[in-house]
């Protein structure tokens, strides 16, 4: 009890702001008033996913209240998921999800976008004040960390979570600190630390699932791929539901280059818990493995779930035509673009790849005219613009319409500018070019040097995450030999500069790298939000 | 949706109950008009639950959850607990440490579903205490069990009205029973006679991963 009342005394209800939404105006006006009772004053409220995204671009709440069952198109779901998708909910902010008996086991379980907590409506005042309380207890608890990470500054959040580590060994939260310093580990790549961070929630608590998930991933990410694959599978063994779990034995399968076990179990993932996300990975491994019904279904069933609401996206149109071409059926393909997707016109890379995919069913179809006259409207909309998704699509459609040197040059160009995703492009690549005919051309294609170096990258990671910094450096000169100013090799190299600098200290020479490669990579891909939090991990080790 | 539109109704009722009953003053009718509400939507809910579990294929979700808060709040915010005339405690004399964490126990269940069995269990409980009602639970292996004591007169009494206690929980009852086999095999549900004590409900649960 006297823990209870230090608990509620941290809390100042009048200190805090609070958005409510809810398409029922007496729910929302009931939800204010209860809030209002607390203490709150700076209390808005919105009928709409919509309406609240309208709210949020003006400012952000200390606390989110939202039911789930919102009017069509958009969900309380669909909200919470573009909001963490696009990064527009704060760490700081405390997002709860208001939902009836009948829909909250499914809202407990959206493993991926999780609410920090649920209540259940009706909710009578003196739950719902204890659940804030107990979830802006934890907030304040836990702030430095998540103000940190707000900030990009892995870090210093990790520096916060060490600090509290040291100071509060026993406290309430310690399991969440653990957590957050998990995360920004992760996000610096450091997996060494955070297996060692693993290890130590481990030692507090051993039954707890998410501690042995993240084990999994850091012993994925340090190569230790069955000893990962050991771990996830007695996740799943003890609960068949345990969604992410599932995720986590796809990307080992893929590791293990065994892309239909990875693709089973992303597909078991979007039985138990379907969502327009999951569907749309589903689609694109079903699709890269030739699988062409499996992803015309998880193409289908994305769109549906999304049709209408704020995380409908234009891609899965075009990746529904991409698919249906593949299957020979043209006039279907033309018709997903002609008319379904009309409403998103021909913006942006969009209208490209569209041109593109259209072209391809043309020609399909025998209309060779029009299938050259959308070729050439594809390139004109690229111009100097950059994306290895759609320079696939329009590669394609070169090579199927018999223009060799274009499609091959195009391609190329694809891999060269993939940067990170440049795995993703190649097998799309790989699978276009197969398509066409033309995997006799594959490696010329993605190796113009692009193989070597991703190798080399590859191998420099693994280098890396081992600690090997010396070793990793070489594997990466050696890429920059054969091309100087690779994205990829620059991002890891920066990585490993990052790295090495905080394990040593301040050297001259490794700092002057560590400039030249940022330097670069900010002429190369600017605005580009890793480089910028490299740039301001490197102000933390400067002591800047 | 049409129950959809109810549930709103009702949790609007409660709502607007809940706010006048901060004005002082008010005759002793309100307040109890107020209880009413509450305990129309928790009928409401647990029936909307139970036909949930026995008709769908319903998923319990477990979370880790520090069994002892969880009592506390259970018995804290239980409207039976609040407005009955037995006090409502959590036996912390029955309740042990966990040898090896030495802290309290965390365990894995579905917190709503066990929350409102053990609000059942204590809304009958507090129909025929005398003078107190306690709360507690222990963990054996991969099982944790949730009891109810109260000190009214046994089951098994002569006396009409008591009969009525094994089967008065009608709902409720039925909804403990659904609760214990959504958790999986080796959940159960018990209402037993304790001699010179009172009667014991108890809530077995297989935990969940």
Request: proline share 3%; net charge negative; hydrophobic share 45%.
């Amino acid at each position: 009890m006297e823990e209870k009342k230090s608990v509620a005394e941290h809390v100042r209800f009048n200190l805090l702001s609070a958005l409510v939404i809810d398409d029922m105006g007496a729910m929302r006006h009931a939800l204010k008033t209860q809030l209002q009772i607390f203490g709150m004053n700076d209390i808005h409220v919105a009928g709409s996913a919509e309406e609240a995204l309208g709210r949020l671009d003006c400012r952000s709440y200390d606390l989110i209240l939202c039911d789930y069952n919102l009017k069509r198109p958009s969900s309380g779901q669909h909200f919470l998921e573009f909001l963490r998708h696009e990064g527009r909910l704060k760490p700081s902010s405390v997002f709860v999800m208001v939902t009836a008996e009948s829909e909250y086991d499914f809202v407990a379980n959206a493993a991926e976008y999780v609410p920090d907590d649920y209540i259940l409506k009706p909710c009578p005042e003196k739950r719902l004040k204890s659940r804030i309380e107990r979830l802006f207890d934890k907030r304040n608890f836990l702030m430095p960390i998540l103000l940190a990470l707000e900030g990009g500054q892995y870090g210093a959040a990790i520096a916060s979570c060490d600090n509290l580590l040291e100071n509060e060994p026993g406290h309430r939260w310690i399991m969440d600190v653990l957590r957050r310093k998990i995360e920004a580990q992760a996000a610096l790549k450091d997996y060494l630390g955070a297996l060692e961070t693993c290890n130590i929630a481990k030692a507090i608590r051993d039954d707890v699932p998410w501690v042995s998930l993240e084990l999994a991933r850091a012993n994925l990410s340090l190569g230790n791929i069955d000893v990962a694959h050991d771990i996830a599978g007695k996740l799943v063994a003890m609960n068949s539901n345990y969604v992410a779990a599932y995720e986590l034995l796809s990307r080992i399968g893929e590791a293990r280059q065994d892309s239909t076990s990875a693709l089973e179990m992303l597909m078991m993932s979007s039985r138990i818990l379907p969502s327009a996300r999951r569907f749309r990975v589903v689609s694109e491994s079903a699709y890269l493995l030739g699988k062409h019904d499996e992803a015309r279904k998880a193409s289908e069933s994305a769109i549906k779930l999304s049709k209408g609401s704020i995380v409908e996206r234009s891609d899965d149109y075009l990746s529904l035509a991409q698919t249906m071409v593949d299957m020979g059926d043209c006039s279907k393909a033309i018709s997903i673009l002609e008319v379904d997707a009309k409403k998103f016109g021909e913006k942006g890379m969009f209208g490209v790849m569209q041109n593109a995919i259209l072209a391809q069913a043309y020609l399909g179809s025998g209309d060779t005219g029009k299938a050259k006259k959308l070729i050439e409207r594809a390139n004109n909309l690229l111009a100097d613009r950059t994306d290895g998704m759609t320079m696939t699509a329009l590669g394609k459609a070169m090579l199927k319409s018999g223009d060799l040197i274009s499609g091959l040059k195009m391609f190329t160009r694809a891999v060269q500018v993939s940067g990170d995703a440049s795995a993703r492009i190649a097998n799309h690549v790989t699978k276009a070019m197969g398509d066409v005919g033309h995997e006799g051309k594959v490696a010329d294609v993605i190796d113009g040097g692009r193989r070597r170096i991703l190798d080399l990258v590859n191998e420099a990671n693994k280098l890396m995450r081992a600690a090997h910094f010396a070793d990793a450096h070489q594997k990466l000169h050696d890429a920059f030999e054969i091309h100087a100013e690779n994205i990829e090799a620059l991002l890891a190299a920066t990585q490993l500069h990052l790295l090495w600098l905080k394990r040593d200290g301040l050297d001259d020479v490794l700092i002057e790298r560590t400039r030249g490669y940022l330097g670069t990579l900010d002429r190369l891909v600017p605005q580009n939000e890793k480089v910028m939090n490299f740039y301001k991990f490197f102000q933390t080790i400067l002591g800047g | 949706m049409i129950m959809h539109d109810m549930k709103n109704s009702i949790a609007l009722l409660e709502m607007d109950l809940e706010r006048l009953n901060h004005h002082p003053g008010l005759p002793a009718d309100a307040a109890l008009a107020y209880r009413r509400c509450q305990d129309l939507k928790a009928r409401l809910i647990a029936f909307l639950t139970l036909y949930r579990i026995e008709q769908t294929g319903f998923q319990p979700v477990g979370s880790p959850v520090n069994v002892l808060e969880f009592l506390e709040g259970v018995v804290e915010f239980s409207p039976s607990a609040e407005t009955g005339s037995v006090p409502v405690c959590v036996a912390m004399e029955r309740i042990q440490r966990n040898p090896l964490t030495k802290s309290w126990d965390i365990a894995y269940f579905d917190k709503l579903l066990v929350e409102m069995a053990m609000e059942s269990a204590i809304n009958n409980a507090v129909r025929y205490a005398k003078q107190r009602i306690d709360v507690w639970y222990e963990t054996e292996g991969d099982s944790i069990s949730f009891f109810v004591l109260d000190d009214g007169p046994a089951i098994d009494s002569a006396d009409a009205s008591v009969q009525q206690h094994a089967s008065s929980t009608g709902l409720g009852l039925a909804l403990c029973h659904a609760v214990a086999a959504a958790h999986g095999g080796g959940g159960s549900v018990s209402i037993a006679t304790l001699p010179d004590e009172g009667t014991l409900f108890t809530l077995k649960l297989p935990t969940l991963r």
